[in-house]
């Protein structure tokens, strides 16, 4: 296999196991329709990958590349409002869900017990971190509001509205959810 036959290859398998496992779950993933609808062999797809699960493990790397990108993209943000700034990491991971078939599968395969530890939004979550403990040095966020507890309580918010887009198939209003989640976030935060 030469090598940029092999690159296409490995590209077509990820691509098509990220829809297969964002909407079916790695459990119920079908190897076989993976292979039909990649137009690969079985033997390619061991070529490149030993296990449906190495499979979706590369999958989760693909998201975690996404997440790392968005997180470079904004922090460090210096000479920004750190508040801007999570807005803008909020709105690209956001732009991401929809773009980025990864990013959704990453999604459902963070609920499989076998891939619980991979956390592919490591970055984007250090970064988000990162952003929060500038507020807190700034005083833009309420005393007794930690950095940690405003990521927290970020997350478990957005990864709420990434299952509910994904039980009812994607909405146009992924960006609007994020939007209003951070917006709820920010003002149990803020100054009053």
């Excluded at 990491?89 to 078939?101: P, Y």
């Excluded at 963070?110 to 970055?123: I, Q, S, T, V, Y």
């Amino acid at each position: 296999m030469t090598q940029e036959r092999a690159l296409k290859t490995r590209a077509s398998l990820l691509a098509v196991a990220a829809t297969e496992f964002a909407v079916h779950s790695y459990a119920a993933a079908s190897i076989s329709k993976i292979l039909d609808d990649s137009a690969c062999t079985k033997g390619a797809m061991y070529f490149h990958f030993t296990s449906k699960q190495q499979l979706a493990g590369a999958v989760c790397d693909v998201a975690a590349e996404v997440y790392s990108a968005i997180a470079v993209r904004w922090c460090p943000a210096t000479g920004m409002d750190p508040l801007d700034a999570i807005t803008g990491l909020v709105d690209d991971a956001a732009q991401a869900f929809v773009a980025e078939v990864a990013v959704r599968a990453e999604t459902r395969l963070g609920f499989e017990p076998e891939f619980r530890d991979r956390n592919p939004l490591r970055a984007w979550e250090a970064a988000a971190l990162d952003l929060a403990k500038r507020a807190v040095e700034s005083s833009l966020l309420r005393e007794g509001f930690t950095a940690e507890k405003f990521v927290r309580v970020l997350s478990v918010s957005l990864v709420g509205n990434r299952l509910l887009a994904l039980s009812s198939g994607l909405p146009a209003t992924i960006r609007r959810d994020y939007t209003e989640s951070l917006d709820m976030v920010l003002a149990a935060a803020g100054k009053p």
